[in-house]
């Protein structure tokens, strides 16, 4: 199995909050990933990272924010959340370099009222 | 930039065989996955290809041609609970990028 971990697993939350969602790995993988996915639809990569002190932004424009300060830890942050919001973040991380398989976390499933 | 293409929806028999196509257009390759989804959970891995070829793993089986941009995985002696959504998913050399998924409904 996997160790990569994202709290919290189910978040209900009002307009204009701001949330922290976190995702840790303890497997030392150094790229790390967030997605974003709607029920029934596809994957879309909203954030990425190389290793510590790394980020950009992936395909789909997204209004959070994301830090890697330690190799482990990949946190996303929405300054104000909005029902437009509302969705489920998938974390990734995976090696660089060969068969590279990339790990999903259990998910957090967001609902902004 | 990155276009892959798979089919939305596909429907077989417990028991039977199924294969699920996958077509894509890169600009970089560096290996095709491909994740099996169940509703509300998140993907996991089936298998990886890098050169071209077939790759068998028990039960599943994916295929790759590079010179064709095609992939494809097949599905033997279907299970109910092999109901769910495969993706194909190229990578370049920074991060995956998925196709939309196959949902698979298995019958009795």
């Known amino acids: 199995e996997a160790d990569i971990y994202q709290t919290p697993r189910y978040l209900v939350i009002g307009t204009g909050k701001k949330i922290t969602l976190e995702c840790s790995q303890t497997m030392g993988h150094d790229k790390m990933y967030w997605y974003q996915q709607d029920p029934g639809m596809e994957l879309h990569l909203i954030h990425y990272s190389y290793g510590v002190n790394s980020t950009e932004k992936g395909d789909l424009s997204s209004e959070s924010t994301v830090s890697r300060i330690r190799t482990e830890h990949f946190p996303l942050t929405l300054e104000s959340a909005r029902p437009s919001h509302t969705s489920q973040y998938l974390c990734a991380s995976r090696w660089t370099g060969g068969t590279s398989e990339q790990f999903f976390g259990p998910g957090t499933r967001l609902t902004v009222l | 930039g990155q276009n892959i293409d798979q089919p939305t929806e596909m429907t077989a028999t417990e028991g039977a065989i199924v294969q699920i196509n996958c077509t894509y257009q890169?600009?970089?390759?560096?290996?095709l996955f491909w994740y099996q989804q169940h509703a509300g959970e998140a993907p996991t891995f089936l298998s990886y290809?890098?050169?071209?070829g077939l790759e068998e793993k028990g039960r599943f089986s994916s295929f790759l041609s590079r010179s064709k941009g095609y992939s494809y995985l097949l599905l033997k002696e279907l299970q109910m609970k092999d109901s769910a959504s495969y993706l194909c998913a190229v990578k370049d050399d920074y991060k995956l990028s998925f196709g939309a998924g196959t949902t698979v409904t298995v019958r009795a």
């Open positions: 290809n890098v050169l071209d």
């Open positions: 890169t600009s970089g390759f560096n290996g």
